[in-house]
């Protein structure tokens, strides 16, 4: 069971590029969820999927980011034209259903 | 006002001391997380709390649904424990399945 796999743990973009996040959530686990950690602030909620779905994605901003949890891969958190504001830790979280969350490593994205 | 809140924002105990960390939040939840955040890290899941008390080596978390209040209290501390601890709630009227965090408690453990 290898657990919730994130990657890149680490990528770096230009301002104006693309930036893509992964995340495999663990076998079994049918729900993820997307979450943000600005430097120096607390986690903060962007986006819960289920296979093929979106179900929640009150956390997300408006424009340039968008999320994806198809029927096969992984989940996608997809930032377009990334700013240097979009530098932070991205984590990804999955459970079996509501509650029993194991986290990802995280990928951390700084954008020069 | 943040619908959870921690305290302390900073915490500095000497090795060996027992340590307690403190989470209120103001609305219904179903359940709540304490976390552990190393610096540069990823994120562990230390308990899952609907009610009473849970115990893992160390630690131990205590929740009062009716008081709105969690501690999570660090026994015989050590500096391996200096980390982030963060409280999170979730299952609340608005935020549904989603986690809802506090700000995190800094503990450093002085040998």
């Known amino acids: 069971n290898a657990g919730v796999m994130q990657n890149p743990r680490h990528l770096v973009r230009r301002r104006g590029q693309e930036a893509r996040l992964r995340c495999s959530p663990m076998k079994g686990h049918s729900h993820v969820y997307w979450y943000r950690q600005l430097p120096e602030e607390g986690l903060k909620f962007m986006v819960y999927?289920?296979?093929?779905?979106?179900?929640?994605e009150s956390g997300m901003p408006k424009e340039r980011f968008s999320a994806e949890f198809p029927k096969e891969g992984p989940s996608i958190l997809r930032i377009q034209q990334v700013v240097r504001g979009d530098s932070a830790a991205y984590f990804c979280?999955?459970?079996?259903?509501?509650?029993?969350?194991?986290f990802g490593s995280g990928t951390r994205l700084t954008v020069v | 006002k943040n619908e959870v809140e921690q305290s302390p924002q900073n915490l500095t105990a000497q090795e060996g001391e027992f340590i307690t960390i403190n989470c209120s939040y103001s609305?219904?939840?179903?359940?709540l997380h304490w976390l552990q955040q190393h610096p540069g890290g990823g994120i562990v899941s230390l308990f899952m709390l609907s009610s009473g008390k849970k115990k893992h080596g160390r630690l131990i978390a205590t929740i009062n649904i009716q008081e709105k209040h969690s501690s999570l209290h660090i026994t015989a501390s050590h500096p391996r424990d200096s980390a982030v601890y963060i409280c999170?709630?979730?299952?609340?009227?608005?935020?549904?399945?989603?986690?809802?965090f506090g700000e995190g408690t800094q503990l450093t453990v002085n040998p």
């Open positions: 609305v219904g939840i179903s359940a």
């Open positions: 979280a999955s459970s079996p259903q509501a509650g029993g969350y194991t």
């Open positions: 999927l289920q296979k093929e779905n979106i179900i929640d």
């Open positions: 999170a709630v979730f299952g609340g009227e608005t935020s549904g399945s989603r986690l809802t």
